[in-house]
């Protein structure tokens, strides 16, 4: 069936900002898409709200709304666009959810809008637990055994249909808590008891534990003529119990037989159909009992989802792009295996190698949360490594995790009875405990008992250590290898032991501390030796057939012998020949807080300026949820950890012109001076003026040259030294670490007591270079500026005027683009500031620099000289994407080449707003900081500043009442301000009610207040009223960097709950500012497109 | 554990662990793309005469059990991996691999760079090797491999065929239909019949053993058929004396060319009764048809091949274990039609034959290991054998 023609224009809604279990594979996905729908000749109309996206570059869509994913706006966009069909299954589950709700408004029969992809009784059908079960015993499958009770009588009942052991999970608390197994009546009792109570709305579910059992996952796609295939299989490592987005898992799946395998892919078939998606890519989940295989069917997604980003990453199966074609009407055989281009994408890819997919926590940003692994995901970003054996693997993927670790180490070393009792609670160390425990002799046995983890892994595990032990005592032989003479035998033997330790994924750094030599060393005697990497391809045939796609792992390989013939070409080691100009693009590696998405858009970015030049790009990630690790985005991808062995590795091999490190985050920006002392020329900015942006003391005398200001500071490598520092610059003052990203362990602080307890862990995180210490300039504005420099000109970007006052994270605060409070002096101060700057360090590429600007003196915050976080969101407000200029700039093609040597000041306003994921986490304080704790952005964009920072909110998921009761509680020094606000509030119809010294204070300014008691001054109290629904807004700012018990309590509540909590002043004013724009003029949608054409681009 | 050096015959060596059997072994080298199934391949009979190479670097993990065989014992002439599991990690396992391929005297290796063994075999074609787990000139051995005997020709069927003709189920085997735990769901969307013991009235399914894998057999055994295995020299009389509704004429090893007096059989059997040919069987109808085959360069050997169904353009995902294929410009187009192609290649892999209830299928309807895409298959012949019509006037 060739696709339609009675659809002309299509609807795509991504999935927003990045959010914990939402992350770059839904741009990966929709990009694709985009691509795939436009190939095809349909119009295509894109939402979402999320600026860092590639989906949302202008064009990748014909038309692109990046407003708010709500029924409102996006009924409002359908109203103007009229498309014929909507699909709703590649912007993750926000995509699906609000389809369902314009679904049920009637929006899309209103206007004739046909689902394609999935319809409404599909989608519901999958989402909603009862049809779900229901549909699935209907084709004689079995899910767990479930249900939910309001009372302990009602537990009871279930307890007797469901049996133990079994879950028991109260209904709405923060981060999931308060649940537990059951095994007996009695415990059952205890646990129903506590979980009704901490139930905000007292109710528990009981569901069958399958907690230990084997999980499993299929991704299935469906035409619409009823062929399914099954794109891969996936094993969690982690058994049922923890989030597959939180286990470590393999592709494909280890240890069923084949005839299990054929029962699952028969019940995945099953499924599909049952549930009726009619084209498209599904995921759906198994758990199976290990000791009889018995069969649970746990949930499916009727839509493309990260674990179909991974399956399509291991495969080479585009799952997202082949999707978007059958959903207009073709069918798999029609369509063509990318890889292969002559066999069809009907079939089912088989795999030669293995693929570990490992999670990246953030726990360290996150105090006070829950480390303990459950079945909410909580990790924030991902890393996959092929290999051609399951060590091998994973030992690349845990050097690629960039957790400190070289490959699989040993977690602390703690008694037996400390690592049993940590074994059985799953959390992110538990694969290093495994070492430790197997070090300390565990048996296999013990540890399947402790954590169910399937015995095939264990064994793996278990292998590794003998051989490290081996390695170990192997130190004298390759010491006397290295002596020895080429084709001696002690020489083969040599060879042969770092060949099998290769071949088992020990990094050159592991070996090196195992033999007690430097990592150099091992390099040298593995390029000696020929001990060398031989890079196989990802080519969804097992090598059947030949692959037009090169998609590239290393692995180590025993070499082939010829004994009558000379070893062709292609096969292996062979440097491919170079035709042309090649770069070698470095990404960021996984997503964590402070590195996600942004810096993947500007290596993607780089890339398609290269090739739209016609330079070869090699692009080296180990992100699978990324656009950077489609292997359409670059010439040739390398699937390959980011750590200097891997990077020189294929440097070695391909021999680019140059480098780029400056676009993927602080990931290169480490490599860059081992890449640099290793010869490998980088690309751009010199690595000098890195080392001087990053260098106090050169930094402060590079400011000092420039005339330029920044607040007093000063270094220190201990505690007692910072005292010192801190007591010069006088308190409050601000203290980092160097070399990270995302304010890792930065903290403001306002006295000695807490000197000392936020400086420890900065030095922890600072890893023995020097913890900075500057003066902290409160209630200052800061602001950053984005710039680019070719060497000759300076181009600024775009001026970002954070909204929150000094001291949050600029990852982390709202800000506004163009400025709206500075006067133009300031701005061209700003602008003169930062053109010296990028002169005199240099800067061919991407500069950020981080003002604050306190009594209209501006002080230099940091440079970085490279892409920043608000690279994409900047390119998005101008329209012009920075990332690529900066890339022909470090190509040789010069700004003033590429016509692009002014600054654009749009007559509109840009906001950029951070998400979020407290709600994830019990016990995590929601207030900002200058530690980056957000994960995702989202834009807002209108022509007041009301209005763009009020769909900022909105996108953002802050839903703001407009109307209600407005709860005020705010430290002293804001009584003041918080006044204007609350006469803002009252006069657009809001009621009032406050704590008795902000209520003292409004009455003063005559205003009504409602006083209300804290939470220790009596019932009923503020959390009463917060927890029975009488209170719509809750505006609360801390009283003290060490926050008060109560005031923490309110705000985890209002998280749980689900009510907006302002906790800035400056938050406040400008969400009154967006209020009553709303209420002026209701909101309105407009494509970004139409604002780019508002801007005149000048070229001189 | 010792070194074990596996040989091509253009010259290609690789050096690896020796991880079965002490020895050495000689045959055509294939590889087979399956991630799951290494128990049925070792024990499909159609692999004798060749030594398989698994792509999937992981083999053993689940370990062996006695239900998951093909046949009564491994045939593969030698096993090549480029991981064997120390473990088995199975509920069902009873044995691993490893002590298996010994018991069996399989001789196999491990630790060899697969990925380029089957680079080149795609790039060269099939190529004979040898395995060898003794030290010694690895250009000694190289010449015994070039003097290996050709796979072309040989008529391996003799081999693995049944000595006597004898009732499915064994003692002990087949009882177990393998992966029909869950068939009743599969009863209950009509995907399959209801299953029932093979009783005097039920249709009497008469199977002629190349070399057959026993889920042939426990197919039909599941949908309540008699089944008898008869020795692949059996005579079409014989075989119509004992008045069977149907004739599987089934899968089996090598060159069809070489297996004459099958081709003759299967004439005499034409028109007379239904018939079903699966793989080699299906090879042998194209020859008995009057048509020929051909040597594919490396044949197909896997579990996810796209067939396509030509009338209903629905595609299966297959099972697929053939070097030979027939050749469609060689079958009379007027007495038969090809039902079913590959995607991948174009090949040819179903035909029916205009006039007689015959139909033929190239892949593997019974899976094992693989995709149950096709079984619905089995169903189909047996409406040809119950009602004795011809697919053309069903309009399959």
């Not at chain 1, 499924?271 to 759906?284: L, M």
Request: aromatic content about 6%.
């Amino acid at each position: 069936m060739p696709k339609r023609t009675d659809i002309k224009k299509i609807l795509l809604i991504g999935s927003g900002p990045i959010v914990i279990s939402q992350a770059c594979e839904f741009d990966y996905s929709g990009t694709q898409a985009c691509k795939a729908l436009k190939e095809e000749g349909y119009t295509i109309v894109l939402v979402n709200s999320n600026p860092a996206t590639i989906m949302t570059d202008p064009e990748m869509a014909h038309t692109t709304y990046i407003e708010p994913i709500t029924a409102d706006a996006i009924e409002k966009i359908i109203e103007a666009e009229r498309p014929d069909a909507l699909l709703p299954t590649l912007g993750g589950q926000t995509a699906l959810n609000v389809t369902v709700q314009l679904g049920e408004r009637g929006v899309l029969d209103r206007f004739g809008v046909e689902l394609i992809g999935a319809k409404l009784d599909a989608i519901k059908r999958a989402e909603d637990r009862e049809l779900f079960k229901q549909t699935m015993e209907s084709v004689g499958l079995e899910v767990p055994r479930a249900g939910y009770a309001r009372a302990m009588d009602e537990a009871a009942v279930l307890a007797q249909e469901i049996g133990f052991p079994c879950v028991i999970r109260p209904s709405f608390t923060l981060g999931g808590t308060g649940g537990g197994v059951a095994y007996n009546a009695e415990e059952f009792q205890e646990i129903v008891k506590r979980g009704l109570d901490l139930s905000m709305i007292r109710e528990v579910s009981v569901e069958e534990s399958v907690i230990g059992w084997k999980e499993f996952e299929l991704e299935v796609m469906r035409d619409r003529a009823d062929n399914v295939v099954i794109v891969c299989s996936i094993e969690n490592v982690d058994p049922m119990g923890v989030h597959t987005g939180d286990s470590i898992t393999v592709a494909p799946a280890q240890t069923l037989t084949d005839r299990e395998y054929q029962d699952m892919r028969d019940a995945a078939i099953r499924v599909i159909r049952a549930i009726g998606v009619e084209t498209g890519g599904s995921n759906i989940q198994f758990a199976v009992h290990p000791d009889s295989g018995r069969l649970l069917v746990i949930e499916m997604n009727p839509r493309v989802s990260r674990s179909s980003a991974l399956a399509s990453k291991a495969t080479g199966f585009p799952i997202a792009k082949i999707a978007a074609k059958l959903a207009v009407g073709y069918t798999l055989d029609e369509l063509a295996n990318d890889i292969t281009k002559e066999t069809p994408a009907c079939f089912e890819p088989t795999l030669d190698y293995i693929v570990v997919k490992i999670p990246r926590f953030a726990f360290e940003k996150l105090p006070g949360a829950d480390p303990t692994l459950t079945i909410q995901m909580k990790s924030v970003g991902e890393t996959m490594a092929i290999g051609r054996s399951f060590a091998e693997a994973l030992q690349k993927g845990l050097r690629g995790l960039e957790v400190g670790k070289d490959g699989w180490e040993a977690g602390e070393r703690l008694s037996l009875d400390i690592l049993r009792q940590k074994l059985a609670v799953p959390s992110a160390e538990r694969i290093f405990q495994l070492k430790a425990a197997l070090l300390a002799g565990m048996s296999i046995d013990e540890l399947y008992q402790l954590t169910k983890i399937d015995r095939w892994f264990l064994r793996q595990l278990y292998d590794l250590v003998e051989l490290e032990q081996g390695l170990k005592a192997a130190q004298p032989q390759m010491r006397a290898c290295a002596q020895a003479s080429a084709g001696s035998e002690v020489h083969a033997a040599g060879a042969a032991v770092l060949r099998r330790a290769k071949q088992h994924g020990f990094s050159d750094r592991q070996l090196a501390r195992l033999w007690g030599v430097d990592e150099a060393m091992v390099r040298q005697w593995r390029v000696q030796w020929s001990v060398l990497p031989t890079y196989y391809l990802v080519d969804t045939c097992a090598a059947e057939f030949e692959a037009r796609t090169p998609y590239y792992y290393s692995t180590y390989e025993q070499p082939v012998i010829a004994l009558g013939w000379r070893l062709e070409a292609g096969g292996s080691n062979e440097p491919p020949r170079a035709t042309k100009r090649k770069v070698m693009i470095l990404g960021g590696g996984p997503n964590r807080i402070g590195q996600g998405i942004e810096f993947d858009y500007c290596c993607v970015h780089a890339a398609f300026a290269l090739r739209e030049r016609g330079l070869e790009v090699i692009m080296v990630n180990s992100n699978p949820e990324t656009v950077s690790t489609d292997y359409d985005t670059s010439d040739k991808l390398y699937f390959e950890p980011l750590t200097l062995e891997d990077v020189l590795n294929i440097y070695d091999r391909e021999r680019p012109e140059g480098v780029i490190v400056q676009f993927g985050g602080q990931t290169p920006i480490n490599l860059a001076d081992g890449l640099a002392k290793a010869g490998v020329p980088l690309l751009g900015t010199p690595v000098a003026a890195i080392d001087v942006a990053e260098d106090r003391e050169k930094f402060r005398q590079l400011l000092d040259e420039l005339g330029l200001r920044q607040p007093p500071s000063g270094t220190a490598l201990t505690v007692e030294e910072a005292k010192l520092v801190a007591h010069t610059v006088g308190y409050p003052c601000l203290l980092r670490p160097s070399y990270v990203l995302g304010g890792r362990a930065m903290e403001i602080v306002y006295d000695d007591e807490q000197l000392k307890h936020f400086a420890q862990r900065a030095f922890e995180a600072s890893q023995g270079f020097p913890v900075l210490i500057d003066k902290f300039l409160e209630d200052a504005i800061e602001v950053d500026v984005d710039a680019l420099g070719d060497g000759e000109t300076v181009v600024i970007g775009g001026i970002l005027e954070h909204i929150e006052e000094a001291g949050i994270h600029s990852g982390d605060s709202a800000m506004v683009l163009p400025p709206h409070t500075l006067t133009e002096k300031l701005m061209d101060e700003l602008r003169q500031a930062t053109k010296k700057l990028a002169q005199a360090l240099g800067v061919i590429g991407l500069m950020n620099v981080q003002y604050a600007i306190k009594e209209d003196t501006i002080y230099v915050l940091e440079v970085n000289p490279r892409a920043s976080r608000t690279v994409p969101f900047v390119s998005k407000a101008i329209g012009v994407p920075l990332a690529k200029l900066a890339t022909n700039a470090m190509t040789g093609v010069s700004l003033r080449a590429q016509q692009f040597t002014r600054e654009i000041e749009p007559t509109y306003l840009a906001v950029k707003e951070s998400v979020f994921p407290f709600s994830r986490f019990a016990g995590v304080d929601i207030i900002l900081g200058p530690e980056m704790r957000s994960t995702g952005e989202v834009m807002g964009i209108d022509e007041d500043f009301g209005r763009a920072f009020i769909k900022s909110q909105i996108a953002a998921g802050q839903l703001l009442p407009q109307a209600g009761t407005v709860f005020i509680s705010v430290k002293d020094r804001d009584k003041r301000a918080v006044t204007l606000v609350a006469r803002r509030l009252e006069a657009l119809g809001f009621e009032l009610v406050a704590t008795s010294g902000t209520a003292n204070a409004l009455h003063g300014h005559g205003l009504r207040a409602r006083p209300v008691n804290k939470v220790h001054e009596g019932r009923p109290n503020i959390l009463d009223l917060v927890k029975n629904g009488e209170i719509h807004l809750i505006i609360n700012t801390p009283s003290g960097r060490l926050p008060r018990a109560d005031e923490v309590q309110i705000r985890s509540v209002a998280v749980a709950l689900g009510i907006p909590c302002i906790t800035t002043i400056a938050g406040a004013q400008a969400s009154v500012s967006g209020l009553e724009a709303i209420k002026k003029q209701g909101l309105t949608v407009k494509p970004i497109q139409a604002y780019h054409e508002l801007l005149t681009h000048e070229s001189s | 554990m010792g070194n074990a050096w596996l040989i091509l015959e253009d010259g290609t060596a690789l050096q690896g662990r020796s991880v079965g059997a002490e020895g050495e072994a000689f045959g055509e080298l294939v590889f087979n793309t399956a991630m799951t199934g290494y128990q049925e391949i070792l024990t499909d009979p159609s692999y004798r005469g060749q030594i398989v190479c698994m792509t999937y670097p992981h083999i053993g993990n689940y370990g062996v059990n006695d239900e998951d065989v093909e046949s009564r014992r491994p045939w593969v002439e030698g096993f090549v991996m480029r991981q064997l599991s120390p473990i088995a990690s199975n509920f069902r396992a009873q044995e691993p691999l490893e002590a298996y391929l010994k018991r069996h005297g399989i001789v196999a290796i491990d630790g060899v760079d697969t990925r380029q063994l089957t680079l080149t075999l795609r790039q060269r074609g099939c190529l004979k090797a040898g395995m060898f787990t003794r030290d010694a000139d690895p250009r000694e051995l190289w010449k015994r491999v070039q003097a290996a005997p050709d796979i072309m020709g040989r008529d391996l069927v003799t081999e693995v065929t049944c000595e006597q003709p004898y009732e499915w189920p064994l003692e002990g085997q087949g009882t177990r239909d393998r992966g029909h735990e869950q068939d009743t769901r599969r009863i209950n969307e009509g995907i399959i019949p209801v299953p029932r013991p093979g009783g005097r009235n039920d249709p009497h399914i008469a199977v002629m053993d190349f070399g057959v894998k026993h889920n042939i057999l426990r197919q039909l055994a599941s949908l309540g058929c008699r089944v008898s295995v008869w020795p692949a020299a059996s005579s079409a009389k014989a075989i119509l004396a004992s008045k069977p509704d149907g004739v599987v004429l089934s899968n089996g090893p090598g060159d069809p060319a070489a297996v004459t007096y099958g081709i003759e059989t299967i004439r005499r059997l034409m028109g007379q009764v239904p018939m079903l040919g699966i793989c080699l069987g299906h090879q042998l109808l194209g020859l008995a048809y009057g048509g020929q085959t051909f040597k594919l360069k490396f044949g197909h050997h896997g579990g996810n091949h796209p067939v396509q169904d030509r009338t209903t353009r629905q595609v299966e995902i297959t099972t697929q274990n053939h070097n030979f294929a027939v050749d469609p410009k060689t079958v009379p187009q007027q007495d038969v039609e090809v039902t079913h192609i590959n995607l991948n290649d174009d090949t040819v892999e179903g035909m029916r034959h205009r006039t007689f209830p015959i139909l033929s299928l190239q892949y593997h309807p019974e899976a094992a290991p693989g995709p149950h895409d096709a079984r619905y298959l089995f169903g189909r012949f047996l409406e040809l054998t119950s009602r004795g019509q011809t697919p053309v006037e069903k309009g399959v």
